[in-house]
């Protein structure tokens, strides 16, 4: 695997991110407010988009000077860390006169223009090699891998995620394998017949389906694993599939739910309630 070059220092870094700013500039009309920069990339695969607002508040588009994607592409590189890889996209706000604000993301996958070829995401991690526990599972998936196996110690619980993080938005984001439809039926079954151990009487918003009131509100253990009550109704509802790492773990069980002892949903409990 061929390695990155040298680090760049925190101060170096800076320096860079200053310069991508100014690099914007000569793009922008007399009167902009503020400006917002993307970077995107996957090996060789780099999108970049550029907009600005005035006074008004709309935001419009303009062409990002080659100076702006090559210094990106420098701090990209330079940020770069054994066994954790480096970042996939970047959002730069600058509000004038001098305002800015910069982040970096190294986990979710990019809202891609046009998602990278397979070679793409083999070129990242050939260029940007990360330890196998830091490859996320989209990646994983995107490049063919089999999935990360992930051991629990004995008497670990470990809590589900409902879906994998939010965009910039603030709307949900999921990149999971799809269940098999001939397992659907079970999965359902089980995450629906384990123990409920905290509940309310309300219902939640449906996030993936705004002025829907209908997930409940609660959490089940199988004493391994806790999920929301959000889990199995989102697969129900929307075909929206558990964490890979849950649905190994049911069928590894052969889909039957093992009796949990109280002190196991005493602990279920405190952990929901701690985070």
């Known amino acids: 695997m061929s390695q990155p070059a040298t680090p760049l220092s925190e101060q170096e870094q800076q320096q860079l991110v200053r310069l991508i700013g100014r690099a914007m500039l000569p793009a922008l009309p007399p009167g902009w407010a503020k400006v917002r920069a993307e970077y995107r990339a996957a090996g060789r695969h780099i ?15 303009v062409r990002p000077p080659m100076d702006v994607v090559q210094l990106f592409g420098q701090l990209r590189t330079g940020m770069y860390a054994a066994d954790r890889g480096t970042w996939l996209s970047a959002v730069y706000e600058i509000e004038a006169p001098s305002q800015f604000a910069v982040d970096f993301n190294a986990e979710d996958e990019p809202r891609w223009r046009n998602a990278p070829p397979v070679i793409g995401f083999q070129d990242e ?51 999971r394998q799809t269940v098999d439809p001939q397992l659907r039926e079970a999965l359902l079954a089980y995450l629906e017949a384990a123990p409920v151990v905290l509940a309310a009487r309300d219902l939640d918003v449906d996030e ?68």
């Open 47 to 61: 999108e970049v988009d550029l907009a600005f607002a005035a006074a008004d508040g709309q935001w419009r588009p």
């Open 125 to 175: 991690l050939r260029t940007f090699p990360r330890a196998d526990d830091r490859i996320p599972d989209w990646l994983r998936q995107r490049v063919g891998l089999p999935p990360r196996v992930e051991v629990v110690p004995p008497g670990e619980l470990r809590t589900a995620h409902v879906y994998d993080g939010r965009d910039e938005a603030g709307r949900p984001v999921v990149n």
């Open 208 to 275: 993936f389906a705004p002025g829907e009131q209908d997930v409940p509100l609660n959490f089940r253990t199988d004493g391994t694993w806790i999920w929301a009550g959000a889990v199995p109704h989102y697969l129900r509802k929307h075909g929206l599939p558990p964490e890979a790492a849950l649905v190994r773990h049911i069928v590894d069980r052969d889909f039957r739910v093992a009796d949990v002892d109280d002190a196991t949903k005493d602990r279920a409990v405190a952990l929901i309630t701690a985070s």
